[in-house]
């Protein structure tokens, strides 16, 4: 081993014994946090929410940067100054303990932090594990906290993983803390309102309010990054690359469909995952398949827009209790959509999609080949997807819901 390399192992072991202690203190911290946050309710919010901070205690990307990036714009297009704060903000650092270390840091620079807010109206957070700092600074700045809640860690990593997440007693008590010190609570499914219920939170403060698409970027006039031959269909996939996304599936169903309408179809699988490389091996030498990794979020509905058909074939254990930010991207791009029938997708897509049973690749095989076969279908499937998402799924549908409920919460109509 060479003296950089040396080097570059110590250093690289400094900065892990420093993320690790980092994590410990915040964790230490926010067991007393505990203690004196449990008891603390949060105000409802009194008049127009004029300025908020909008807070996520982890790094965002895919479908969750899509939907801080959203509810930001929506917020933003109704007058509302967002003041935000996340892992991908100047206050980013990297590390093992990502978000527990970031916790620990903020409350640490709790000036700075203090000075870059400002003066808000209200504290608006995304419920993450091991993070107390949304609830410590509403009562700081004694303003209303709202949350978002995308689901519990604990949850999904013994559904998906079959095993329990790190220190997680702790992490279900901040959560619960969380939960009971905001004012409101908004979630992206009825499944998680569900579950929000059976954990003992009160129904009257949770609305379901799904997730949307920015028709800026998405819409049926984008224009488009890669070409396709004159005559031949292309069926779409965008997402990670993974089981439970329904990756599988999908590659089963697709490869009888390869066989069946040889020449007359191609596939375009965009983004990535722990089932890429495998993905890729599989089609290697079929040149149908078009792969072409991850892209930046303005150039998705770049490539989307070729297709004709676009899949989105979750494969939850159980119900899906997200809310795919896919579904009313691939319906902004006036696209036939095929998409699991689980979770809240049936409600989401109506009359203007086709459902399949998750994980019955000869029902997806079918559901696709039926489109293939009828282009007229694929049309008003297209023009009834644009039409509803233009109605309800906008990022500015999303932020008139979300502000009309703290106002109902606030009982009040506007500042005077």
Known sequence: ??????????FNALEISKDFLDGSLSLMGNTVLLRDLKSWRSSAPVGRVERLLYFRCMEEKFGALSHSIGVEKGLRSLGVEVVSISLNSPFKLDGVLKSIRFDYLLRKNLRRVMEYVGDIDLVYQRITPYSLFGVFLAKELEVPLVSEYHGSRWI???LYKGKSIPFEFISRRIERVNLESSSLISTVSSVLKRDLISFGINSEKIIVNRNCV?????????????????GKIRIGFSGIFSKWYGLRTLLRALFPIRREYHGKVDFLLLGDGPLFDSVKKRVSGMREFLLPGWVDLPEVPRYLISCDILVSPNEPIGELRGSPVKIPEYMALGKAVVASRTGDIPEIIGDSGVLFTPGDYVDLRDKIS???ENEEERRKLGKRAWKRVRKNYTWEKYAERLMESIKKIGGGSGKE
Do not use: A, C, W
């Open 156 to 158: 999904s990593t013994r």
């Open 214 to 230: 920015d028709l800026d970027l998405f819409n049926p006039d984008v224009s488009p990054l890669i070409q396709k031959e004159s």
């Open 370 to 372: 039926y489109l293939i």
């Open 1 to 10: 081993m060479g003296t950089r390399e040396i080097f570059s192992t110590i």
